[in-house]
Nanobody
């Protein structure tokens, strides 16, 4: 089992920055890939970015490319999402997720953290 706990959300003005963190506990050594997703009110949960736990290779949604950076610290078992040049449309609940296998979808989810960007 893997447990994920997000932190770092809050209220920020457009153009500002926030850094989200996801603390991983449990069988962190089994993780294959970790990601960030977000869900705005009345909308489906959308992919934001992911990172391969061992290689550090990253991938981003087009909507955040060049503004957001995902990173991981294997020693501390944390994954972070640095969000710069924030826009009101980035407002959402942000979720951390993990999977332990190339064959499975996202298995583990955090409880989410609210990010609100004011115009």
């Amino acid at each position: 089992q893997v447990q994920l706990v997000e932190s770092g959300g809050g209220l920020v003005q457009a153009g500002g920055s926030l850094r989200l963190s996801c603390a991983v506990s449990g069988r962190a050594s089994s993780i294959y890939k970790m990601g960030w997703f977000r869900q705005a009110p009345g909308k489906e949960r959308d992919f934001v970015a992911h990172i391969y736990w061992n290689s550090g290779i990253t991938y981003y949604a087009d909507s955040v490319k060049g503004r957001f950076t995902i990173s991981r610290d294997n020693a501390k078992n944390t994954v972070s999402l640095q969000m710069n040049s924030l826009k009101p449309e980035d407002t959402a609940v942000y979720y951390c997720a993990a999977t332990t296998s190339i064959l499975t979808s996202w298995e583990y989810w955090g409880q989410g953290t609210q990010v609100t960007v004011s115009s």
